[in-house]
């Protein structure tokens, strides 16, 4: 008997091994590839909101892909300019439209986006013990970057929801405190 206990334990123990060896993680996200730095022309980086500048000969991953989504979505909020000569780049990609910061908006990273299929839809933000809805309006790029349609800023991260002055106001988020902070999302 202390046999077949025995060999059920280690025909158990084999399976655990022997799929865990060979599953995939649902929700991973590798890079898909790199983008090397360039210097921005003077005067060409718009620095509003923290946002940073490409560096010359600086390797930036590059992603088509974000994290699952899920009811309860982990992110990094970041501040992003919506309007005409903000650090948003140009025109948003849902409209085609500038839009005014005082409205409940985001842009979301690449694989969020989805090929414009979340384009003027809701989601849920959740985030300094409050929740907002705002309109997905823009892409925040994951695949492109350093260059004059990017505000010469790096690629985004794969898990960036870049929102509105409003969002962060709607959150309790005010001045110095705004730049990053970590949320969950949700479609609305």
């Not at 794969?158 to 002055?165: F, M, T």
């Amino acid at each position: 008997m202390n046999m077949n206990i025995f060999s059920v334990f280690l025909i158990t123990c084999f399976i655990l091994v022997f799929t865990d060896c060979f599953m995939v993680e649902a929700g991973t996200c590798k890079p898909s590839g790199k983008l090397r730095g360039k210097k921005p022309p003077p005067k060409k980086c718009n620095k509003e909101h923290d946002s940073g500048c490409c560096q010359e000969g600086k390797l930036y991953d590059t992603y088509t892909c974000s994290p699952q989504v899920s009811g309860h979505t982990k992110a990094t909020l970041t501040l992003n300019g919506f309007g005409p000569g903000e650090d948003g780049g140009g025109r948003c990609e849902c409209d085609k439209q500038y839009h005014n910061d005082t409205e409940l908006i985001v842009a979301l990273s690449t694989g969020w986006f989805n090929k414009k299929k979340r384009c003027m839809n809701y989601i849920n933000i959740h985030g300094n013990g409050k929740t907002v809805k705002a309109k997905v309006v823009d892409e925040c790029d994951s695949t492109m970057g350093c260059d004059a349609d990017h505000d010469y800023q790096p690629p985004c991260d794969n898990h960036i929801v870049d929102a509105s002055d409003a969002v962060w106001d709607a959150l309790g988020v005010y001045g110095k405190q705004r730049g990053e902070m970590e949320i969950y999302w949700s479609d609305a």
